[in-house]
């Protein structure tokens, strides 16, 4: 930045700034996601409380079902975790500017998003219970298909990114697009483990 | 001699370099030219639709919350019609338990929030020296969510199908059992309508205020109408997640057969007032604090001084937004909780008072320490302050159990609110359209209208609501359709609907000396009333690019600080929709980012999403379905076009 006149002002010349943008808190598109994130979490944060007031209100729990199978669940939350690894990947690469290293890891990131939403389907069978069975089951399949919507939402988004990454040379404001993207993969993947354990193990522990 | 700068462009790492489109002392017309270009907000219907400026579409947002501030206000005229003599059969119970409900439901959900929200919309922007408001698109997208669930609630009124059970919606009379058809889902459904369009305003601002303020402008020079939106937005992030849960678990209780409120199956039906009220409460502060941020832009203007106590006020909004949370169950006293809780409760509700006194404390002191102007905006603001102190002390008196247990759900509480609500909020709000109106417009409102507005405004709300107080101890309830002359209620109610007569008088006079001084108003040129704050520094109304060059802030009060030879930026592209970001804290410039042109996909991203939230109160496999739609269209909204994909 250099300063000099304009019609009578001083100026702060910006021209040698970085432009399209920049990676996490420097850049607009960060403070977006995370925004989002925020609103988000808090409806999960709801959904959980709602779970556990619901739980003091009753003496047994699940009331008269029986637990979920852990099975699908579990391969979830394994995939999950893994799947980190890709995003990760995916996220380091957009901030490198690695064209090719972003376009594999990406499909790989959508492949696992399929693979995910295939087992969810299988998760949903295997709970036990029905929305319409009493309140635990409301409760069960509310935190099940708010975790749904967005694993489903993040699907689509880096389905859509990747076939803008594939399609078109890539700049910087895509890398950022693809580097926030990672970011809200690993907020999808975290609020799994808690919603998991609730799913799966408050009715075994509580 | 330069003022230091508060930045500095060494610590940034980046060196400066040429670039084509540099501005020069002779090069202004042509710059101006360029941005005209740029910036230009398209025409035709097509465009109509395509808008993405901030102003263009806050203008939109303040006139639409207007006219539902009329719809409800035509309502309750209608009510207060109804209650004018005992045994009135004007209006029959059904009818009237329609009009309460929407009227509660339009002020709250489609006039307070979104009115505010059309203020900061309009002049964040603006006052923090930016181009336009952050995520645009998503700006035009919230507008269009926000007008389409507003229609449907007209809609459903005008085919006597409106909700008919109270702007709070509990369960279990709102529940599949008692309340059958569908009135009670186009009241949740409207929920989600307005809180989709509420939040993502919500994070526009945040990420306006923190990442595109001028340079300068660090956090204790941020003027206190943008903190307070700053502090509402947040609010309104942790607050709307809890009523979007709220009415969910209703609309699918009603819908599918879930339980979440059915006690027989499990459910609580007091689960609905936690969820309700823990967003509830925050509500009443995301509708009172942009006011308070008004009236803190109006008394620092009209003293013609810094505002005293600026830290205090910050920390005040501030104090607010955290303590707003912790006041719900001052709404379910009479629910039978826990002794232990209701002190917790009632201690808090009266420590709300704490940063409420301290900002009232300070525009005293303001008005005091400078030579106050008593033009019609300061007129708004001293009848706020006298209107909100005296709901203020009822407040109080209300967060004490045995009374609240005494007077809950009766004409007291109906009075207080409409103090607090009114007086906090609608007050400053119409102060602020007075005193913003030569901005947005280009021309004044008439004064003497504008007095004579206030005086009927002031007057008609007082004599409309302060006999409320009494009718409340004497134990008149509230939503009740009529009375029987037996009980003596006639008399103070003949008196209220008189009061209300005038209050409308008064609205009208607003109202038409709005529609009035917007084609034949005095020109006002830039700054009428030599303001402060950012936005008067550029022309009336602001070109579309805003500021011709982007300002640097050189003191708390921009403008009153600024040097004869003030920095301006430059370098920032005019052949793009470029703009420059700063860092959160002292607004350093960091970066450079490119906003998006028009486009209709948001526009048709709005009409997918509300045809899903309208379709899934009639079945849930509208979900589903409407996911497509929805998804096509968001992907339309971010796919780049052939010319930005090349950039």
């Known amino acids: 930045m250099r300063q000099q006149a304009v019609a009578g002002h001083r100026s702060i010349d910006v021209s040698g700034l970085p432009d399209q943008g920049a990676f996490g808190p420097s850049g607009l598109i960060w403070w977006g996601t995370v925004g989002y994130m925020v609103i988000e979490g808090s409806m999960f944060v709801m959904t959980l409380i709602t779970y556990f007031y619901l739980r003091l209100k009753v003496d047994a729990w699940p009331p008269s079902l029986s637990n979920p199978d852990l099975f699908w669940g579990t391969v979830n939350l394994a995939l999950l975790l893994v799947s980190v690894i890709p995003n990760h990947i995916a996220k380091v690469a957009a901030e490198a500017g690695d064209p090719w290293r972003v376009r594999w890891s990406m499909l790989l990131c959508v492949v696992f998003g399929v693979v995910l939403l295939i087992i969810r389907w299988f998760e949903f069978g295997s709970l036990n219970a029905r929305w319409d069975d009493n309140a635990y089951g409301s409760m069960v399949w509310c935190l099940m298909v708010l975790h749904t919507m967005h694993l489903l939402t993040d699907v689509g988004d880096t389905t859509v990114l990747t076939a803008l990454a594939m399609s078109q040379p890539l700049d910087k404001r895509r890398y950022v697009d693809v580097s926030e993207n990672g970011l809200y993969w690993y907020f999808i993947v975290a609020w799994w483990v808690p919603v998991y354990l609730t799913v799966y193990f408050a009715p075994r522990w509580l | ?647």
Not at chain 2, 69 to 87: E, K, Y
Not at chain 2, 175 to 202: N, S
Not at chain 2, 208 to 227: E, Q, S
């Open chain 2, 1 to 647: 001699m330069m003022p230091p700068l508060t930045f500095d462009p060494r610590r940034s790492g980046i060196h400066s370099r040429a670039r084509g489109n540099g501005p020069a002392a002779d090069g202004t017309a042509a710059e101006r030219a360029a941005l005209e270009k740029t910036w230009h907000v398209p025409e035709g219907i097509l465009g109509w639709f395509s808008v993405v400026d901030h102003r263009t579409i806050g203008r939109r947002y303040l006139v639409t919350a207007l006219g539902f501030f009329l719809v409800a206000g035509i309502l309750a005229v209608l009510m207060r019609l109804q209650l004018a003599v005992p045994d009135n059969q004007l209006i029959g119970p059904d009818r009237y338990n329609q009009i309460f409900t929407v009227h509660g439901t339009i002020m709250m959900f489609l006039f307070a929030v979104p009115v505010m929200e059309a203020m900061g919309i309009y002049l964040v922007p603006l006052m923090v020296g930016a181009r336009n408001i952050a995520f645009p698109r998503l700006n035009t997208f919230s507008y269009f969510v926000y007008l389409f669930g507003g229609l449907m609630l007209l809609i459903v009124l005008l085919l006597n199908s409106a909700p008919d059970v109270g702007w709070f919606s509990y369960p279990p009379l709102a529940g599949p059992d008692y309340t059958p058809g569908k009135r009670a889902d186009f009241w949740a459904q409207l929920i989600t309508f307005t809180e989709v369009a509420a939040l993502a305003v919500a994070v526009e601002i945040v990420a306006t205020v923190f990442k595109m303020r001028a340079p300068g402008m660090t956090l204790d020079r941020i003027p206190l109408f943008v903190w307070a939106m700053l502090v509402t937005a947040f609010m309104i992030i942790f607050a709307m997640p809890a009523v979007v849960t709220a009415s969910s678990f209703l609309l699918m209780d009603r819908l599918v057969g879930t339980h979440f409120y059915n006690p027989a199956e499990g459910g609580d039906a007091l689960l609905y007032q936690h969820l309700f009220w823990f967003f509830g409460h925050p509500e009443v502060y995301i509708i009172f604090v942009p006011a308070l941020g008004m009236v803190s832009s109006i008394v620092t203007t009209f003293t013609g001084r810094p505002i005293v106590g600026y830290t205090a006020m910050v920390l005040s909004l501030v104090a607010t937004g955290f303590l707003g949370f912790g006041l719900w169950v001052h709404h379910m006293f009479a629910t039978g909780l826990p002794q232990l809780g209701l002190t917790y409760f009632t201690a808090a509700s009266m420590t709300i008072a704490i940063p409420s006194g301290i900002q009232i404390f300070c525009w005293i002191a303001s008005i005091w320490r400078g030579t106050p102007r008593f033009t019609p905006p300061m007129l708004f603001v001293l009848g706020f302050i006298a209107i909100f102190v005296l709901g203020g002390l009822t407040g109080v008196t209300l967060a004490s159990v045995p009374f609240n247990l005494q007077v809950h759900d009766t004409y007291y509480v109906v009075a207080h609110f409409h103090y607090v609500l009114l007086g906090g909020a609608v007050f400053p709000l119409v102060g602020g359209i007075h005193y913003w109106f030569p901005k947005i417009t280009g021309r004044l409102m008439d004064e003497g209208l504008a007095r004579l507005s206030f005086w009927l405004l002031f007057i008609g709300f007082n004599i409309t609501f302060f006999p409320m107080h009494q009718l409340g101890l004497m134990g008149m309830p509230r939503r009740v359709y009529t009375y029987p002359a037996a009980s003596g209620w006639g008399p103070l109610n003949l008196l209220s609907t008189l009061g209300a007569g005038l209050l409308a008088i008064g609205g009208l006079l607003f109202v038409w000396n709005l529609a009035r001084s917007v084609r034949s108003g005095a020109v006002a040129g830039d700054d009428p009333w030599g303001g402060d704050t950012l936005e008067w520094g550029t022309s009336s109304p602001p070109p579309v690019y805003n500021f011709l060059h982007p300002p640097v802030v050189e003191g708390p009060n921009a403008l009153w600080d600024r040097s004869a030879d003030a920095p301006v930026v430059t370098g920032l592209r005019t052949d793009c929709r470029e703009v420059l970001i700063t860092d959160v804290v002292d607004a350093t410039p960091n970066n450079r980012y490119e906003f998006p042109e028009p486009s209709i996909w948001p526009f048709l991203a709005a009409v997918a999403t509300s045809a899903m939230f309208v379709g899934s109160i009639f079945t849930a496999w509208a979900v589903p379905i409407g996911i497509v739609p929805i998804a096509i269209a968001v992907t339309g909204w971010f796919w780049p076009k052939r010319k930005e994909a090349a950039a």
